[in-house]
């Protein structure tokens, strides 16, 4: 029988997860990793790479390589690969593909239908753009879940009976989400969301990039902005500095090599300390607080009738985003949800009640809501002179879905034979400062004088976020549906299809490395975090986390998938834990 799985569609890692019995589990790549680098490259026999072994050749080449294709998503522009030029739906469903092959690898079975994850600010474009994604990937998309959605649903398994409102801070790799939650029970009703799709740990690693260029410049005289193979060293020394600096308190970046100036090498050596860091990103960080202040205020609920703050995301960790939460709730965020996996692990147990794999004894329910304002443009005409387009509202953000709601327009000319019914998303009182998503022309209006014919028009948006229009014409009851399905970008079903072969052909040369090989970068970074961790663990999980360490060293050393894979959890669990 065929699988439903939970996917979380990270910016700079995803994952993939399915339900073992009642139980949410993150299934592990090839590379014996729970987490699959959003990374894809072409390597130089245009053999298409995911995840690890994309990443490593993204110091190399640049030029063949991409990441963080999310932030592109819905958008109009081209990945390059080499001689090869993408969509980044079509890249992000190479990801998608890679983790769906995992997911049958693991489970033994085929893997057909998904719940995919996106922030819960993602407009209707994005959406759409990953919904195609997963189409192109061979999954039929069952339900677009938002990410802190998904994380409150991974905490509310363990707490079912409670009463309580929450609040989930989502501060990933490439957007920044929060959402808040009433839980009681067994329901978990967001009561509204807010957000920022251009916020995250990429902009954190952004900005130590420049402190190291600047560092550089000023060793050697050089820029290295124009030099694409210098930037990606940059770009990964810079995430590995950022990780570090979350358990320790300096760190060094030494890059040998990094330029060449008069035929000779240039080299990088730059010691950072976490104050430094902090500096660096404190703006970037405080900014986030905006969104939950917005979030709190559109759910009527004050922060200190907030019971638990549930913080996810890889970015999550850092100390100042930790002191941030607690200084603004007067709380320590709740510590019992893996920050890195809570939204793939949601994501399963969404999949698990729509398969029926979760029994209805458990009386899990969960509603969410619409992320923007969706409306109609009025009044873009007085007489001969073109006015700016007015944004009237329908269906007010933060409304529970699935909704409908109605409201009526008066013709505004004599003898009006049409009206133009142009749909927009967005929270601007102009049109123009707000998202078009489509329109159609309703015709076969009675002629009149002005405002003496009116249109009912009624939005109904689902709780995947397809918007239908109705509109009727009150004095004929003529009836006209606009379904609002996709965006400017979306691909025709004709285009799609023509897509998904060309990307299953492409597919079909994609490299496989060894499992030994690809799982060594990654193991290496846990091994420095874990032995950075050593010195200050005390009481009896010290000697623990030191035979692990040592454990997992020699299974590397001899290639041990399987000890690896076991070991790679228990360090990772075991870390967690000491936080």
Same mark, same amino acid.
């Given at each position: ?128 753009? +990953?919904?195609?994604?997963? !189409? ?6 069952? #339900?677009?879940?938002? =990410? %802190?959605?998904?994380? @409150? &649903? ?118 950072? +300390?976490?104050?430094?860091? !902090? ?6 960080? #405080?900014?986030?607080? =905006? %969104?939950?202040?917005? @979030? &709190? ?131 601007? #009182? ?150």
């Amino acid at each position: 029988m065929a699988r439903l799985v939970g996917i979380d569609l990270g910016t700079t890692n995803s994952l993939v997860a399915w339900l073992e019995g009642e139980r949410p589990q993150i299934i592990t790549n090839s590379a014996a990793q729970r987490m699959t680098p959003s990374v894809v490259g072409l390597d130089k026999q245009d053999r298409i790479h995911v995840g690890v072994t994309a990443r490593n050749q993204l110091a190399i080449m640049p030029e063949r390589t991409v990441s963080e294709v999310k932030r592109m998503m819905g958008s109009a522009q081209r990945v390059s690969l080499g001689a090869r030029s993408y969509s980044p739906t079509e890249i992000s469903s190479f990801i998608l593909r890679a983790l769906k092959e995992d997911a049958e690898r693991g489970l033994g079975d085929t893997v057909e239908e998904a719940v995919i994850t996106v922030p819960a600010y993602f407009t209707d474009a994005q959406r759409q753009a +990953t919904k195609d994604a997963g !189409e192109l990937a061979g999954l039929k998309v069952e #339900r677009i879940l938002n =990410e %802190p959605t998904a994380a @409150a &649903l991974a905490y509310g398994l363990d707490h079912l009976d409670a009463e309580q409102f929450v609040l989930v801070y989502d501060l990933g790799g490439g957007t920044f989400d929060v959402s808040v939650l009433e839980m009681f029970n067994g329901v978990l009703d967001v009561k509204a969301s807010a957000g920022n799709n251009r916020l995250g740990g990429s902009d954190f690693d952004r900005a130590l990039v420049e402190h190291l260029c600047a560092e550089f410049l000023k060793m050697h005289g050089l820029d290295l902005h124009g030099d694409p193979r210098a930037m990606a060293r940059l770009k990964i020394a810079a995430e590995q500095a950022k990780i570090e600096l979350s358990s320790t308190t300096s760190t060094s970046v030494v890059l040998p090599f990094l330029a060449m100036h008069g035929g000779q090498p240039l080299n990088l050596e730059s010691e950072i +300390t976490r104050a430094q860091f !902090e500096k660096m990103v404190g703006d970037l960080v #405080r900014s986030t607080l =905006e %969104p939950v202040e917005s @979030a &709190l205020r559109d759910a009527k609920v004050d922060k200190k009738a907030i019971s638990d703050v549930v913080v996810v995301g890889g970015s999550s960790r850092l100390p100042l985003v930790q002191a941030l939460v607690s200084e603004f709730f007067g709380k320590e965020p709740r510590k019992g949800v893996h920050p890195d996996e809570a939204v793939a692990l949601g994501a399963a147990v969404q999949a698990g009640l729509k398969s029926g794999a979760i029994s209805t004894e458990r009386g899990i329910m969960i509603t969410d809501v619409s992320p923007f304002t969706l409306g109609v443009e009025v009044q873009t005409s007085a007489g001969t002179q073109k006015v700016d387009g007015l944004f009237s509202a329908i269906i007010p953000r933060n409304s529970t879905v699935p909704v409908s709601r109605t409201e009526t327009y008066s013709t505004t000319v004599a003898n009006q034979k049409q009206v133009d019914i142009k749909v927009f998303q967005g929270e601007s #009182r102009l049109t123009r400062h707000n998202v078009f998503l489509d329109m159609y022309t309703v015709d076969g209006i009675p002629p009149g004088p002005p405002g003496s014919q009116r249109v009912g028009v009624t939005f109904t948006y689902d709780i995947n976020g397809i918007l239908h229009v109705t509109t009727k014409v009150v004095s004929t009851g003529k009836e006209a549906v606009l379904l609002v399905d996709k965006s400017p970008q979306r691909m025709s079903a004709p285009d799609r299809e023509t897509a998904r072969k060309r990307m299953d052909q492409e597919w079909k040369g994609a490299s496989s490395p060894s499992p030994a090989a690809a799982v060594a970068p990654e193991v290496t970074q846990l091994l420095a975090t874990a032995k950075a961790r050593l010195p200050s663990v005390s009481g009896p999980r010290a000697p623990e986390l030191k035979t692990l360490v040592g454990d997992l060293e020699r299974a590397v050393a001899a290639a041990d998938v399987a000890a690896i894979t076991r070991l790679d959890v228990a360090i990772t669990d075991l870390l967690f834990e000491l936080e």
